[in-house]
């Protein structure tokens, strides 16, 4: 597998940017193996893949801006506040504008769960739903409903159904 040192950079410039957050920051990578995994079941085309990759990275880079300005990381703020943030990180890095106005799109839209575009958009939600389901301590009940309204994918509900035994 090639290396990517450009996401490399991407994750080493969030971990800096959420420094001093362990919790964000094993979010954000966890979101991102499974946002990786996902993508690679779906067998989606490379620059697909790194689009989903780029998102994972960065999908929650809003809740500073949304804590310092509402004093709430509420998810349609962190939709509102994360893509200029995103945008700013991307652009210094060098990624180029195509895969930099899609990573935003997604950022701005991680939380909404209607309207979803494309394999991109619906592995991203899928990964950040794994993760949260288990670091908030879903019920049962929440897991099956999140299977059934949220889930589309056969790796993720493959990855759901492994994860919470349902």
């Known amino acids: 597998m ?6 490399d950079e991407l994750l080493w410039a969030m971990a800096e940017y959420d420094g001093g ?12 193996a499974f946002a990786a995994f996902l993508g690679r079941q779906a067998q989606l085309a490379p620059d697909t893949q790194r689009i989903l990759e780029a998102a994972a990275l960065v999908h929650d880079i809003g809740i500073r801006p949304a804590l310092a300005r509402y004093g709430s990381d509420a998810g349609p703020l962190q ?4 893509p200029p ?11 180029d504008a195509a ?10 839209r ?11 958009c619906q592995l991203l939600i899928e990964a950040d739903f794994l993760v ?5 301590g879903a019920s049962r009940e929440a897991v099956l409903a999140a299977r059934e309204q949220i889930f589309r994918s056969d790796a993720g509900i493959r990855m759901l159904n492994a994860m919470f035994a349902v």
């Open 2 to 7: 090639k290396m990517d040192t450009q996401l």
């Open 21 to 32: 957050d362990p919790h964000r920051i094993q979010h954000f990578l966890k979101v991102h």
């Open 79 to 82: 939709e509102r506040e994360g």
């Open 85 to 95: 943030e995103a945008r700013r990180m991307l652009e210094r890095l060098g990624f």
């Open 99 to 108: 895969l930099t106005d899609r990573v935003c799109t997604l950022v701005g």
């Open 110 to 120: 991680h939380h909404t769960y209607t309207g979803i575009d494309g394999p991109d």
């Open 132 to 136: 949260n389901l288990h670091e908030n």
